[in-house]
């Protein structure tokens, strides 16, 4: 069962710029996305905008931080937003002035912010004095292991019955099957990994995982972040030499984050790879001592895998800060009709 923590213990305030918005993910997010069509950057704001169509009609210019993923580029996600010297209505609202000083945007997406954070607050606040409409866009939940709890050990004993037998038990039918080893093919076998991963996407979700400007942005990404000092695990599980898992865990600041993961499918009968193959990773946090090895927010394909084996989560929240007045009236008509609203890219 996980718990909600404070924010600062669920997400300690050393670990903010730690993987989404360190230096090294924003230079990488200006080289693969910078030159998106669809786009236009401006840099003394720290935003983005793109055009998109309320209801299919309404003209509306929309802005999204560097480094965020948004309907005009879709690149990879980044959680946890870190709005740096917006932890106090006063800082929020300087911080505001400086976005709406930039005038070329009718309303402001704010993605994944860590609700209970200092800014979280600070921002909706900031914003209402400013005259900007708040609206609650988007709410996921990020989970997590808290490595603090005592040792490998005692999570496996937290877990349910099932959720231990397929992330732990079940080693043992795995090296009946074959000879196991868990290997890390970083750096020197990085492209066979994105092929790999690429593959295992392809045949579970019918697209690849990285391919196009997503894989010229976690190319860099990851040679930025090995460079600055972070760990880089491109971790496969082989069987009888046959690679049949792979895993991506990037730990940054003393948190590990799990991005991404493919396997080959009902290859060994009653085994999941992808949850054994976690359980592996897990153990590997707990041997590190990190803080927390992340899940992040997201879900399965059949099911919420993550809450079953996370012993803590926390809401991430998407605010829309709105100025145009006619985008306002709409919104609020809106709310009057409870009716959602769809948002398309121009």
């Not at 988007?138 to 292991?145: D, G, K, L, Q, S």
């Not at 984050?257 to 946090?285: F, M, P, R």
């Amino acid at each position: 069962m996980t718990e909600t923590p404070h924010p600062d213990e669920f997400f300690p305030p050393h670990h903010r710029q730690g993987l989404f918005y360190s230096s090294a993910w924003q230079k990488a997010w200006h080289e693969a996305y910078g030159s998106h069509p669809a786009i236009k950057l401006h840099p003394e704001a720290g935003l983005y905008t793109y055009p998109q169509k309320l209801k299919g009609l309404l003209p509306v210019r929309s802005a999204t931080p560097t480094g965020a993923t948004s309907p005009g580029t879709r690149s990879i996600r980044a959680e946890y937003l870190v709005l740096a010297g917006a932890e106090t209505v006063l800082e929020a609202q300087q911080f505001l002035e400086k976005l709406t000083a930039e005038k070329n945007w009718h309303q402001l997406c704010l993605p994944d912010i860590p609700e209970g954070s200092p800014e979280f607050e600070a921002i909706q606040t900031a914003a209402r004095n400013l005259g900007l409409q708040v609206r609650e866009q988007e709410r996921n939940t990020a989970f997590a292991v808290d490595i603090s709890i005592g040792g490998f050990e005692n999570y496996l004993t937290g877990l349910g019955k099932n959720t231990r037998l397929k992330l732990f038990n079940r080693r043992k039918k795995l090296e009946e099957a074959g000879k196991v080893a868990l290997e890390n093919w970083w750096p020197d076998r990085r492209n066979a990994f994105y092929e790999l991963l690429n593959q295992f996407h392809q045949k579970r979700w019918g697209k690849p995982c990285y391919h196009g400007r997503n894989q010229t942005f976690i190319e860099d990404l990851l040679t930025r972040l090995d460079q600055a000092g972070a760990h880089v695990d491109l971790s496969v599980i082989t069987l009888d030499g046959e690679p049949v898992s792979t895993t991506l865990d990037i730990a940054a600041q003393g948190r590990c984050y799990n991005l991404q993961a493919g396997y080959a499918e009902d290859l060994v009968k009653n085994v999941s790879l992808g949850t054994l193959h976690l359980g592996y990773q897990i153990e590997k946090a707990f041997q590190a001592k990190y803080d927390h090895y992340d899940f992040m927010a997201g879900e399965g394909k059949n099911t919420q895998y993550k809450a079953s084996l996370a012993n803590c989560h926390a809401d991430l929240i998407t605010l829309m800060l709105v100025r145009h007045p006619l985008l306002k009236l709409a919104y609020r008509l809106q709310d009057r009709l409870s009716k959602p609203t769809t948002m398309e890219g121009a």
